[in-house]
T-cell receptor, first 116, second 116 residues
Framework: DTGVSQDPRHKITKRGQNVTFRCDPI?????LYWYRQTLGQGPEFLTY????????KSRLLSDRFSAERPKGSFSTLEIQRTEQGDSAMYLC??????????????FGPGTRLTVT | AQKVTQAQTEISVVEKEDVTLDCVYE???????LFWYKQPPSGELVFLIR??????QNEISGRYSWNFQKSTSSFNFTITASQVVDSAVYFC?????????????FGTGTRLTIIP
């Protein structure tokens, strides 16, 4: 049973460039979440999907951010025109929902983004 | 609005000592979930426990125990006979119980260092 995987693990980019991250959830999980974590802080919610539908987006997710989960399996998070303030760890999590109850979220190792 | 406060930023104890990590939360929801996650130096958040707000029984799992007190809005975590492998950042988190609201609200974490 593999856990949540994320790729790449580290990304260094120059300000103004676009970046895309990928998340593969645990195979039987139908819910997928993105969080952002800056140094010394707890993770902050960005968005989540049930299957391919994006159900909620945080106000932290500016117009430069877009997330997709086209086939209800893996998800991508794209940041356009990166800014230095985007430097953070981007965490993906997944969970299952059974009988109307959503269970705990399991997190991947994260993608650390550094914008220079 | 939901809020989780972990007032202890850093704690250091000598190996084999007991240590308690505090978590205080605020929510207007009548039912909710509380969680603890561990983030070791590798960076991946590891799920430890989920509690429902209507179940105030304390829980013990090996050296770990959790004390949930709804009257004081606290969900504290105790490690008994600490070990060096317990060194990590620990996060308390909260989310509503109702369907469709999946966002986890995290505290800022407590960095625990176990001194050998």
């Amino acid at each position: 049973d593999t856990g949540v995987s994320q790729d790449p693990r580290h990304k260094i980019t120059k300000r103004g460039q676009n970046v895309t991250f990928r998340c593969d959830p645990i195979s039987e999980h139908n819910r997928l979440y993105w969080y952002r974590q800056t140094l010394g802080q707890g993770p902050e919610f960005l968005t989540y999907f049930q299957n391919e539908a994006q159900l909620e987006k945080s106000r932290l997710l500016s117009d430069r951010f877009s997330a997709e989960r086209p086939k209800g399996s893996f998800s991508t998070l794209e940041i356009q025109r990166t800014e230095q303030g985007d430097s953070a760890m981007y965490l993906c999590a997944s969970s299952s929902r059974r009988g109307g109850i959503s269970y705990e979220q399991y997190f991947g190792p994260g993608t650390r983004l550094t914008v220079t | 609005a939901q809020k989780v406060t972990q007032a202890q930023t850093e704690i250091s104890v000598v190996e084999k000592e007991d240590v308690t990590l505090d978590c205080v939360y605020e929510t207007r929801d009548t039912t909710y979930y509380l969680f603890w996650y561990k983030q070791p130096p590798s960076g991946e958040l590891v799920f430890l426990i989920r509690r429902n707000s209507f179940d105030e029984q304390n829980e013990i799992s090996g050296r770990y125990s959790w004390n949930f007190q709804k009257s004081t809005s606290s969900f504290n975590f105790t490690i008994t006979a600490s070990q060096v492998v317990d060194s990590a950042v620990y996060f308390c988190a909260l989310r509503p119980y109702n369907f469709g609201n999946e966002k986890l609200t995290f505290g800022t974490g407590t960095r625990l260092t176990i001194i050998p």
